[in-house]
């Protein structure tokens, strides 16, 4: 659907059509001194676990790849800022079943797939 | 059945559906609408306070959608603003909702808080596309359109002394809207249901309470293994979901409370499983 009201008013209809049996989470790292750290988004993205999650898919955009560039060049300067310079920032997404335990319990190096979304090199 | 019969029931219906739309109503629940809704909002948007630069200045990780209805001289609308400018649009945003909220300068009010809350949504919202942020944009344009300062405002207080005092009737047709809409969205969210295929199952409500919206009471029931029971509570969401719109309108008997009840329980087992506001 194109037209922007219907679109409107329908996804106001959409939430949880379906389900997934897996957990994914972007994951964005920075590179320093041979090392990749993991950079925490909470301090720029202060919402909710699932509001992370969704805001981080860019679904409102069709084509992803230079959006998600833009956010590694912005942690990047953004970390520059605090005090920790990387030479590289990328994002990954992290994927692994979900566990009736807990949000990571199924978070084992084992069952946890990695796939890259973009590097950003200063 | 003769045409001039057919002619007479159709007249009939249609000053029927006319009346059901338009007609005057007392100014009451408008009024009352009008102030509890602007007071949650006013708390949704000031809960933000902390975060206004990181959330929607070029301080922050903000990416605007221009939607495909936008002319591109217009663009210019939804470019990341500096700091100082965000703390602004976020100001004029409060105090529109909360002259909303006590009914004063009630239409310019909920226009004003309309139009930021729309850009906002494409600022940066768009990202969560959550139905009640949705939801929000078109109550405020209705409010923007309707008379729902004549009753339990300001203006009141300032025309009669008193904000309980009222004059006169008002038109329905911005409650009906309002109604019309929520009605159809819990509708068209239940009736997908029926046939979508994740929700054929108690899979659905099991994945969903180990995801990224679980609770750790969510976790403290998955903990306890698999059920069928999960079968019967999608079931009862089904049947909630479609029963709640209609119910809303049947004033016979207690069907209206036990709709209001039932959606009151939807919606607190929803937050308590499901981290989603």
């Given at each position: 659907?194109?037209?922007?009201?219907?679109?409107?008013?329908?996804?106001?209809?959409?939430?949880f059509?379906?389900y997934?049996t897996?957990?994914?989470?972007l994951?964005?790292?920075?590179?320093r001194?041979?090392?990749w750290e993991?950079?925490d988004?909470?301090?720029?993205?202060?919402?909710?676990?699932g509001?992370?999650?969704?805001?981080?898919?860019?679904?409102?955009?069709?084509?992803?790849?230079?959006?998600y560039?833009?956010m590694?060049?912005?942690?990047?300067?953004?970390e520059?800022?605090?005090?920790?310079?990387?030479?590289?920032?990328?994002?990954?997404?992290?994927?692994?079943?979900?566990?009736?335990y807990g949000f990571?319990?199924?978070?084992?190096?084992?069952?946890?797939?990695?796939?890259?979304?973009?590097?950003?090199?200063? | 059945?003769?045409?001039?019969?057919?002619l007479?029931?159709?007249t009939?219906?249609?000053?029927a559906?006319d009346?059901?739309?338009?007609r005057?109503?007392?100014?009451h629940i408008?009024?009352?609408?009008?102030?509890?809704?602007?007071?949650?909002?006013?708390?949704?948007?000031a809960?933000r306070?902390?975060?206004?630069?990181?959330?929607?200045?070029?301080?922050?990780?903000?990416?605007?959608?221009?939607?495909?209805y936008?002319?591109?001289?217009m663009?210019?609308?939804?470019?990341?603003?500096?700091?100082h400018?965000a703390?602004?649009i976020?100001?004029?945003?409060?105090?529109?909702?909360i002259?909303l909220?006590?009914?004063?300068?009630t239409?310019?009010?909920?226009?004003?808080a309309f139009?930021?809350?729309?850009?906002?949504?494409?600022l940066s919202?768009?990202?969560?596309?959550?139905?009640?942020?949705r939801l929000?944009?078109?109550v405020?344009?209705?409010?923007?359109i309707?008379?729902a300062?004549?009753?339990?405002?300001?203006?009141?207080?300032?025309?009669?002394?008193?904000p309980?005092?009222?004059?006169?009737?008002?038109?329905?047709?911005?409650?009906?809207?309002?109604?019309?809409?929520?009605t159809?969205?819990?509708?068209?969210?239940?009736?997908?249901k029926?046939?979508?295929?994740?929700?054929?199952?108690?899979?659905?409500?099991w994945?969903s309470?180990?995801?990224?919206?679980?609770?750790?009471?969510?976790?403290?029931?998955?903990?306890y293994g698999?059920s069928?029971l999960?079968?019967?509570?999608?079931?009862?969401?089904?049947?909630?979901?479609?029963?709640?719109?209609?119910?809303?309108?049947?004033?016979?008997?207690?069907?209206?409370?036990?709709?209001?009840?039932s959606?009151?329980?939807?919606?607190?087992?929803?937050d308590?499983?499901?981290?989603?506001w």
């Amino acid at each position: 659907m194109q037209w922007p009201f219907v679109t409107h008013f329908y996804a106001m209809m959409a939430p949880f059509q379906s389900y997934t049996t897996t957990n994914a989470e972007l994951v964005a790292e920075g590179l320093r001194s041979g090392r990749w750290e993991r950079i925490d988004l909470t301090q720029y993205l202060p919402h909710s676990r699932g509001e992370i999650a969704i805001r981080t898919r860019m679904s409102s955009f069709n084509d992803k790849s230079p959006v998600y560039l833009e956010m590694a060049k912005k942690l990047q300067s953004m970390e520059s800022a605090n005090g920790r310079t990387y030479s590289s920032v990328r994002l990954v997404w992290e994927k692994w079943p979900k566990s009736q335990y807990g949000f990571y319990d199924g978070h084992t190096d084992t069952d946890t797939t990695r796939s890259s979304v973009v590097q950003f090199n200063l | 059945m003769t045409p001039s019969l057919v002619l007479h029931r159709l007249t009939s219906f249609f000053v029927a559906w006319d009346h059901w739309w338009t007609r005057e109503s007392y100014p009451h629940i408008m009024g009352i609408i009008r102030a509890a809704f602007g007071a949650w909002l006013l708390m949704y948007w000031a809960i933000r306070l902390p975060y206004v630069r990181i959330l929607f200045s070029t301080d922050g990780i903000v990416f605007p959608k221009i939607p495909e209805y936008m002319p591109k001289n217009m663009e210019w609308l939804l470019q990341v603003p500096e700091p100082h400018i965000a703390l602004i649009i976020y100001s004029i945003q409060i105090v529109a909702l909360i002259t909303l909220t006590i009914g004063f300068c009630t239409r310019s009010s909920a226009f004003i808080a309309f139009c930021i809350s729309w850009y906002y949504f494409y600022l940066s919202l768009h990202l969560f596309h959550t139905s009640y942020d949705r939801l929000y944009i078109f109550v405020l344009l209705v409010l923007s359109i309707s008379n729902a300062g004549q009753y339990l405002s300001f203006e009141n207080w300032e025309k009669y002394g008193s904000p309980f005092k009222w004059e006169k009737m008002v038109s329905i047709f911005p409650q009906r809207l309002i109604a019309f809409q929520i009605t159809m969205t819990y509708f068209g969210v239940g009736f997908q249901k029926l046939w979508l295929p994740g929700w054929q199952g108690g899979e659905m409500l099991w994945y969903s309470m180990m995801g990224v919206w679980a609770t750790p009471l969510a976790f403290k029931i998955t903990s306890y293994g698999w059920s069928d029971l999960y079968h019967v509570a999608v079931n009862l969401i089904k049947i909630f979901e479609l029963f709640i719109p209609f119910s809303f309108w049947i004033t016979k008997g207690k069907v209206r409370w036990i709709g209001m009840g039932s959606g009151l329980i939807f919606h607190v087992l929803v937050d308590l499983l499901l981290y989603i506001w």
